[in-house]
């Protein structure tokens, strides 16, 4: 079956505890990107992916980082979390960067105390 | 960046009735897109529109790619309680540098009244 996954899906933490957030495609899609979700703002993209070894930032970069090692995985790293981080975050594959359908993942709800 | 302003915020309409919201954007799009997301999950492309003035439909959605190119609406007729959710516009400019990115509006929040 065709899917994005995440992991973990809930997660709780401190404030400054470094957390990862992975995220796989099984399309071999060549586009990977991150949005958060937060009421009343929808969804902002905060880092994308062309391809392997090309990311960029999105809209809310700041306080994130990526990599992308592989093309099926896409992992987002917030190394020292703050507060207003706490969000509703998405993974979301494309074929191709360009190309209108983009699968997303089921999202990840972290809190940051 | 590009703005996109989405409306009504929220509705609550009785199971039957039609449904529209629109979006509006301070930027000329080529394309436009509109999502769906269910409660607990991501969202899901319901409508791509092309060309300025393009009308497509999906079933009971219809959509429209408004002339300006700077403003799209969604309908859907007879509403049915699975259309409860969170309906996304979403914008792409594609020229130049960052052309691959999508603009997302903030969200209509549908709730149907059985």
């Known amino acids: 079956e065709a899917q994005v996954t995440q992991n973990p899906r809930y997660l709780i933490t401190v404030t400054g505890k470094k957390l990862t957030v992975t995220c796989s495609q099984n399309?071999?899609?060549?586009?990977m990107s991150w949005y958060r979700q937060d009421p009343g703002l929808g969804l902002r993209q905060i880092y994308y992916s062309m391809n392997v070894e090309v990311t960029d930032k999105g809209d809310v970069p700041e306080g994130y980082k990526v990599s992308r090692k592989e093309k099926r995985n896409f992992p987002l790293i917030l190394e020292s979390p703050s507060p207003n981080q706490t969000s509703l975050y998405f993974c979301?594959?494309?074929?191709?960067?360009?190309?209108?359908?983009?699968?997303f993942g089921p999202g990840t709800r972290l809190t940051v105390l | 960046g590009q703005q996109l302003n989405q409306s009504p915020q929220s509705m609550f309409i009785q199971e039957g009735e039609d449904v529209s919201m629109n979006c509006t954007s301070s930027?000329?799009?080529?394309?436009w897109l509109w999502y769906k997301q269910d409660p607990g999950e991501g969202p899901v492309l319901l409508i791509a529109?092309?060309?300025?003035?393009e009308l497509t439909s999906n079933g009971r959605l219809t959509a429209q790619f408004g002339i300006t190119r700077k403003d799209s609406f969604l309908n859907i007729s007879a509403s049915i309680p699975s259309d409860v959710g969170i309906y996304f516009c979403?914008?792409?400019?594609?020229?130049?540098?960052?052309?691959?990115?999508?603009?997302f509006g903030k969200g209509t929040k549908l709730s149907v009244i059985p």
């Open positions: 399309m071999n899609h060549e586009y």
């Open positions: 930027s000329i799009f080529n394309t």
């Open positions: 529109l092309y060309k300025a003035g």
């Open positions: 979403a914008g792409r400019l594609s020229q130049g540098a960052g052309s691959y990115q999508l603009t």
């Open positions: 979301a594959s494309t074929r191709q960067a360009g190309t209108d359908t983009q699968y």
